[in-house]
């Protein structure tokens, strides 16, 4: 029998997997040069029926003869190595036994069971039970050269309670470290403070600091999490005895995709924009599909665009982005942070960001060659924008053909490699380029503002259409033209089909796959004698007269004018068109997994599974189909959750979150006492778009509620993405909780010129269905006029009072 017993220069990547957390994570620290005790690790199957086995005993002696020649008189510790032992998700620290000063071989053979059997006692079943892990453990025995402690300590890279880096946070006894975790001596505390570690303790260990900072540091970057670092202090020399991931400080468990990235640090997440454009939680296979995208342009290392997950949920660390400009521009970083806030708003007053303490060095060595390489592509990307936007239904178009034609799982694979991800990686910088055009209208907005106000600013960048059609604006002009038979159905589906409110979720079907939907838009839109052209004409008139309020007061800046809007337009439509071809190709995606999941007989199961499974199923590689009941399980238990705040700080329990009546909708931070959202008798927003009108609200849960709002009433919605547009002709007025003034609702409701109030977080906390409010779009102010009687909330709005313009 082989592979029994491994010094840790031996046990090779193969072989750690069977050696436990604690004896793979030794052997890598070691053959990575850090210093730690030598010793070996005894495998699983040196155990046989309880009895350790005749041949791997002799092993050992051969081990410790080793490393006695070497060190007179040494003494051994016998650890445990469990093999869920010092996980991401458990550590089981001081669950299993360990002993300690063992010399005699006699003794060290003993000291081997007591580890050994100690994985059946009571406490580890407890420990296990909670942690939902399995409680028959198999568990290698580690062996190490015991070193004669004048301090151990331990030191964690990132506060375990709150997630803040700023400090790395330590503690140490002088003499053996088991005093430590016994409680048997009173600890010294210090930290080490980012970026470089400056120390701040007892003088004691002041010499020793700066190189357990750089282990540290090091150790946390090769691993990719925070860390929890048992050290030593033995004849002048520092030891690392340990590490593992600090478990309070994880985003989750990918085999049963229960994840909560908040969880991660004191971080800022947010998702003002990214949740309008994806209301629903996310299927496994749709998140990791999100991950690659991240991946293949991200520079900065822990910053999530697409793929930041709270419970199924997007959001992006918009804090690790900061952190990344302010270290590297310094005082320089004020314009960069303005745009920040004018694509995703201001933080609440109160609300400070959490910032990272990188240093600028640090980050220019990480940052700076895929900075140039993100650059390129981003630049790419821009020269051949327009063509490839061209373009890209028809590619569409045939790689959806062939995969359908795929006979096999290596021909779809193959498929997928070759052509379909490589063009959705591209997909993915255009839409980066195309979104990079919008600075234009930010500029322009500020600009107007300063020259005409809020108003009149936002009713001069209502007309960005310009003489062409809008993308977003394209699926309900489109069906007012179906209509009038100016469409067919089929042209209508090959141009817009592939938009819809659930057009980032890759398990959800979308238009062109649903026969029925088309015909329902229809229907609708002549029951509600929807008028889009008129909404368009007299948003049109409204723009003519603030332009010419402008030309009066301003003669001299009429060119300058006509040049802002030219850049603001087209900034708008390269945006919306960059969108919406993305989509298109997000969508051939899906069809890609549909086929994967018919060739491999799962059928929709294939949205359990992550992208990287998928592609090991397809090639006859081994896939964790095993896990995909228990990611059922927590999909499910996310989508009844109820939509989380816009913006969190810190670690966020939504379960905790959800039984506090208390709450809020549009912000959490655990950092601050929790103060319950205001009573007055307004709402705040962004101005959205301007007008000003006074109605009934009517609150839709979904796009799909969409029959419930009646001409005229007031649509109050978490947030709304482009399936929601072919019900917003029928809206007197918008109002969500999520939004920012870039964000599809405020620029679809300035096009059709109804008045919104975009971002107010809490809104459809505060109204019920069947309120009486005004919204003043232009100045981003709800005014709560009266609540109704339960009775008269739940009858059926008269829609000829159901709002009227007030002057």
């Given at each position: 029998m082989t592979n029994m017993v491994k010094s840790f220069k031996e046990l090779t990547p193969?072989?750690?997997?069977?050696?436990?957390?604690?004896?793979?994570?030794?052997?890598?620290?070691?053959?990575?040069?850090?210093?730690?005790?030598?010793?070996?690790?005894?495998?699983?199957?040196?155990?046989?029926?309880?009895?350790?086995?005749?041949?791997?005993?002799?092993?050992i002696q051969v081990m410790f003869s080793e490393i006695r020649r070497k060190n007179k008189g040494a003494l051994f510790a016998v650890r445990s190595?469990?093999?869920?032992?010092?996980?991401?998700?458990?550590?089981?620290?001081?669950?299993?036994?360990?002993?300690?000063?063992?010399?005699?071989?006699?003794?060290?053979?003993?000291?081997?069971?007591?580890?050994?059997?100690?994985?059946?006692?009571?406490?580890?079943?407890?420990?296990?039970?909670?942690?939902?892990?399995?409680?028959?453990?198999?568990?290698?025995?580690?062996?190490?050269?015991?070193?004669?402690?004048?301090?151990?300590?331990?030191?964690?890279?990132?506060?375990?309670?709150?997630?803040?880096?700023t400090n790395m946070i330590g503690n140490y006894v002088h003499g053996l470290g088991e005093q430590l975790v016994s409680g048997e001596a009173n600890a010294y505390e210090f930290k080490l403070i980012r970026p470089k570690g400056k120390y701040d303790g007892p003088d004691v260990f002041q010499?020793?600091?700066?190189?357990?900072?750089?282990?540290?540091?090091?150790?946390?970057?090769?691993?990719?999490?925070p860390q929890d670092i048992e050290w030593a202090v033995a004849d002048g020399k520092l030891y690392l005895l340990q590490a593992r991931p600090i478990t309070t400080l994880t985003g989750g468990d990918l085999d049963t995709y229960e994840m909560n990235y908040s969880f991660m640090g004191d971080e800022l997440w947010i998702n003002t924009n990214v949740a309008e454009a994806i209301p629903d939680v996310y299927s496994p296979f749709t998140w990791s599909i999100g991950r690659q995208l991240d991946e293949s342009?991200?520079?900065?290392?822990?910053?999530?665009?697409?793929?930041?997950?709270?419970?199924?949920?997007?959001?992006?660390?918009?804090?690790?982005?900061?952190?990344?400009?302010?270290?590297?521009?310094?005082?320089?970083?004020?314009?960069?942070?303005?745009?920040?806030?004018?694509?995703?708003?201001?933080?609440?007053d109160g609300m400070s960001m959490p910032l990272r303490p990188f240093s600028r060095l640090e980050v220019l060595k990480v940052m700076l060659p895929v900075v140039v390489s993100a650059s390129k592509s981003t630049l790419e990307a821009s020269r051949n924008l327009v063509q490839s936007l061209k373009q890209s239904p028809e590619r569409c178009s045939k790689m959806r053909a062939d995969i359908k034609k795929a006979k096999t799982k290596q021909e779809l694979l193959s498929l997928w490699k070759e052509e379909l991800q490589p063009y959705f990686l591209k997909a993915w910088s255009r839409a980066g380029?195309?979104?990079?055009?919008?600075?234009?209208?930010?500029?322009?907005?500020?600009?107007?503002?300063?020259?005409?106000?809020?108003?009149?600013?936002?009713?001069?960048?209502?007309?960005?259409?310009?003489?062409?059609?809008?993308?977003?604006?394209?699926?309900?002009?489109?069906?007012?033209?179906?209509?009038?038979?100016?469409?067919?159905?089929?042209?209508?589906?090959?141009?817009?089909?592939?938009?819809g409110a659930h057009e980032y979720e890759m398990s959800l079907p979308d238009p062109m796959e649903d026969t029925n939907w088309l015909e329902q838009q229809i229907q609708e839109s002549i029951g509600s004698n929807m008028d889009v052209e008129g909404l368009l004409k007299k948003q049109h008139t409204q723009y003519e007269a603030a332009k010419m309020r402008f030309k009066?007061?301003?003669?001299?800046?009429?060119?300058?004018?006509?040049?802002?809007?030219?850049?603001?337009?087209?900034?708008?439509?390269?945006?919306?068109?960059?969108?919406?071809?993305?989509?298109?190709?997000?969508?051939?995606?899906?069809?890609?997994?549909?086929?994967?999941?018919?060739?491999?007989g799962l059928g929709d199961d294939i949205f359990f599974l992550y992208i990287d499974e998928v592609e090991d199923l397809l090639s006859g590689r081994a896939s964790n189909v095993m896990h995909i009941p228990a990611r059922k399980v927590n999909f499910e238990k996310y989508k009844a959750m109820p939509p989380f705040p816009s913006i969190i700080r810190g670690r966020f329990n939504p379960i905790e979150w959800s039984k506090d009546p208390n709450r809020r909708m549009d912000y959490y931070d655990a950092s601050?006492?929790?103060?319950?959202?205001?009573?007055?008798?307004?709402?705040?927003?962004?101005?959205?778009?301007?007008?000003?009108?006074?109605?009934?609200?009517?609150?839709?849960?979904?796009?799909?509620?969409?029959?419930?709002?009646?001409?005229?009433e007031i649509l109050v919605a978490t947030t709304t993405n482009i399936g929601w547009t072919p019900i917003f002709p029928k809206a007197s007025a918008i109002i969500t909780d999520i939004?920012?003034?870039?964000?599809?609702?405020?620029?679809?409701?300035?096009?059709?010129?109804?008045?919104?109030?975009?971002?107010?977080?809490?809104?459809?906390?505060?109204?019920?269905?069947?309120?009486?409010?005004?919204?003043?779009?232009?100045?981003?102010?709800?005014?709560?006029?009266?609540?109704?009687?339960?009775?008269?909330?739940s009858t059926t709005t008269n829609p000829s009072n159901s709002s009227r313009q007030s002057q």
């Open positions: 193969e072989l750690q997997s069977l050696a436990g957390g604690k004896g793979s994570m030794l052997s890598i620290m070691y053959r990575e040069g850090y210093p730690v005790p030598e010793g070996f690790v005894i495998l699983p199957l040196a155990f046989q029926m309880e009895k350790l086995d005749n041949i791997a005993w002799a092993e190595s469990g093999l869920s032992e010092d996980s991401a998700q458990a550590s089981f620290a001081g669950e299993f036994e360990t002993v300690l000063n063992v010399k005699a071989d006699k003794d060290i053979q003993e000291a081997i069971y007591t580890v050994f059997r100690s994985r059946k006692s009571q406490r580890v079943k407890a420990y296990s039970s909670v942690k939902g892990i399995e409680q028959n453990h198999q568990i290698a025995v580690v062996i190490q050269l015991m070193v004669q402690s004048e301090i151990s300590g331990v030191l964690f890279t990132a506060d375990p309670i709150t997630g803040s880096y010499k020793y600091a700066s190189k357990l900072y750089q282990y540290a540091a090091k150790l946390e970057k090769e691993l990719g999490s342009l991200n520079f900065i290392p822990g910053y999530y665009i697409f793929s930041g997950n709270i419970c199924g949920r997007p959001y992006m660390n918009i804090s690790r982005r900061v952190s990344m400009i302010t270290s590297m521009l310094g005082k320089y970083s004020k314009g960069a942070l303005k745009l920040i806030t004018d694509m995703y708003g201001e933080l609440p380029a195309s979104a990079l055009k919008m600075t234009n209208i930010t500029t322009s907005d500020k600009k107007l503002t300063e020259l005409v106000g809020t108003e009149d600013s936002n009713t001069l960048l209502s007309n960005l259409r310009g003489g062409s059609e809008l993308a977003s604006l394209g699926p309900v002009i489109g069906i007012s033209k179906v209509i009038k038979g100016d469409m067919s159905k089929e042209e209508y589906l090959r141009k817009y089909g592939h938009r009066e007061r301003y003669p001299n800046k009429v060119k300058w004018l006509e040049k802002q809007l030219e850049k603001a337009s087209e900034g708008a439509r390269l945006r919306e068109e960059g969108r919406s071809e993305f989509v298109r190709i997000f969508r051939v995606v899906r069809a890609f997994a549909l086929k994967a999941g018919e060739l491999t601050m006492p929790i103060v319950s959202a205001t009573n007055s008798e307004t709402l705040k927003g962004y101005a959205g778009a301007a007008g000003r009108i006074e109605g009934i609200v009517r609150i839709l849960l979904n796009s799909e509620e969409g029959d419930k709002l009646l001409p005229g939004g920012a003034p870039l964000s599809h609702a405020a620029i679809v409701a300035r096009e059709l010129g109804i008045p919104a109030v975009i971002g107010c977080g809490n809104a459809t906390t505060r109204l019920k269905t069947g309120d009486r409010v005004i919204v003043d779009g232009g100045h981003g102010v709800v005014h709560i006029l009266e609540h109704p009687t339960q009775s008269e909330s």
